[in-house]
């Protein structure tokens, strides 16, 4: 197929995408403003006609609109706080049927999502067979569904992210993102306007900081203050490579903009295993970007001081019950009501992992375990349902070994193949690439740091990082093969 008959192709599906998309959106809410009667329907719908269009032309800017809606968690506030339909529930197939509009009509066939699937597919099925011998299978089939929504999303991802351009849009709409909800909830803490969630995108909860003392933890749109603090550590490396990486001023100061809101919202949510990720992801920053070791020196000092005398005692004082973990403490960090809390849940889910090394106790159960495997492990912990508090130990107690070999079959494909295509753009003088793909590593690096310490309640962010990551090997073949058929090049 020329070029020329290829443009001409694709400039029909597109029409006909119009055509069509305008059709159905149009009759969509003529449909629900008389059904429903409620006008918010005619906005959000005239939006969404806009974001529609915006897809059917360029489906790299889609997918930096899934991006900013998966992150900022723009359905299900929408749907939660305002009464609104959900927007992924028909933006995900959109782009799907696109996808295939594409290949069948223009040629454009989507290419390395063969393994990502497979993979994805093999986690679903050990996941689907927990549901048989689970003590409630009702919430297995649940979570599964749950889980084969974020695994559509993936794939979506996969098939979408094919070369660089793309990956920059998307790491901007997550930056765009972070900036838009950091921003907002750190005016919310600095503002003490607790009261006023801001349409859903700024909750913020009553809670105990240390000790009897208690205060506000900002939690965004996620509503919990941990969660929302794991998100943002994803931000992180990424605001600070377009930090360092953009050639453009205005571009680094919105990253610096980014950077700076992520970090004190991470502060004002007084998460302490977001600090201990937090720590983590700064040494291998330095290690990465060892030609800044200066600026490193003075942002530590900086970092310093700020705990000192800028940011709230009461984390100060909170991040202090860390120093309990240390050999030679005088107080058993277990008399921090959390941390006991946590102590029984993840030794409740090691147990419930020992009673069924082979299939775990089913997708979903361990909660509704947690009273039963606390007692038995010799730290009856409180009654009801309770997390693991850990993602590793809730893969491990719910699916077994089984899970966990599939769990750890993607996170090695994800982080081998990234290593590989790495070294290929780096043959290839690909270094604006390697910093984006560097920053992506970093920012997976930074939740499943995290994750040792929250279990996955909320997945989605998980599930979108790993197919970018899955999507690496794919983008650089498009990349270097590109690179190398230019003219002037060998």
Not at 109 to 123: D, F, I, K, Q, T
Request: glycine share 10%; charged share 10%.
């Amino acid at each position: 197929m020329t070029a020329e008959t290829h443009a001409r192709r694709s400039s029909g599906v597109t029409g006909v995408g119009f055509a069509l998309a305008s059709l159905l959106i149009g009759g969509a809410l003529g449909w629900l403003s008389v059904t429903l009667g409620n006008p918010m329907i005619l906005l959000l719908g005239g939006i969404g006609l806009v974001v529609v269009l915006v897809a059917v032309a360029r489906p790299a800017l889609g997918l930096a609109l899934v991006a900013f809606v998966t992150f900022t968690r723009f359905s299900d506030v929408l749907v939660n706080y305002h009464n609104a339909p959900s927007v992924m529930k028909w933006f995900v197939p959109l782009l799907v049927v696109l996808t295939l509009v594409r290949w069948i009509v223009v040629g454009e066939r989507p290419s390395g999502w063969g393994r990502p699937l497979a993979l994805l597919v093999a986690y679903g099925a050990v996941g689907a067979l927990s549901a048989f011998y689970a003590l409630n299978p009702d919430v297995s089939f649940e979570a599964l569904d749950d889980y084969l929504k974020n695994a559509t999303i993936a794939i979506v991802v996969v098939a979408l992210l094919v070369n660089a351009r793309t990956l920059r849009y998307v790491l901007w709409a997550l930056l765009a993102a972070g900036t838009f909800m950091a921003a907002l909830n750190v005016y919310q803490f600095l503002t003490n306007t607790f009261d006023n969630a801001y349409g859903g995108f700024a909750q913020a909860s009553l809670a105990g900081i240390v000790g009897e003392a208690t205060g506000y933890r900002i939690a965004g749109p996620v509503g919990d203050p941990n969660f929302f603090a794991l998100v943002l550590l994803i931000l992180v490396p990424i605001s600070f490579d377009r930090l360092v990486s953009e050639g453009r001023l205005l571009l680094r100061l919105l990253a610096a903009l980014a950077l700076g809101s992520c970090l004190l919202a991470i502060i004002f949510t007084f998460s302490r295993g977001a600090f201990v990720a937090l720590s983590l992801l700064g040494l291998y920053a330095v290690l990465r970007y060892r030609r800044f070791v200066v600026g490193w020196l003075l942002g530590i000092v900086v970092a310093v001081l700020l705990l000192q005398y800028a940011v709230p005692d009461k984390y100060t004082a909170r991040l202090e019950t860390l120093l309990d973990f240390l050999p030679g403490s005088e107080r058993n960090p277990l008399t921090e009501p959390a941390f006991y809390g946590r102590a029984t849940e993840m030794r409740a889910a090691w147990y419930m992992f020992q009673s069924s090394p082979v299939w775990g106790v089913g997708l979903g159960n361990s909660p509704y375990r947690y009273v039963e495997y606390s007692i038995r492990s010799g730290m009856p912990g409180v009654a009801g349902p309770r997390a693991m508090h850990s993602l590793y130990l809730e893969v491990a107690a719910e699916s077994g070994m089984l899970g966990l070999a599939a769990f750890a079959a993607i996170l090695w494909f994800a982080f081998r193949g990234m290593q590989r295509a790495r070294a290929q753009l780096v043959a290839a003088g690909r270094s604006d690439v390697v910093s984006m793909l560097d920053a992506v590593q970093a920012g997976l690096i930074a939740y499943l740091a995290g994750a040792l310490f929250l279990h996955g309640a909320y997945p989605r962010y998980f599930w979108f990082m790993v197919a970018v990551a899955l999507a690496i090997p794919n983008l650089t073949r498009h990349e270097v093969a590109g690179r190398a058929n230019r003219p002037g090049r060998g």
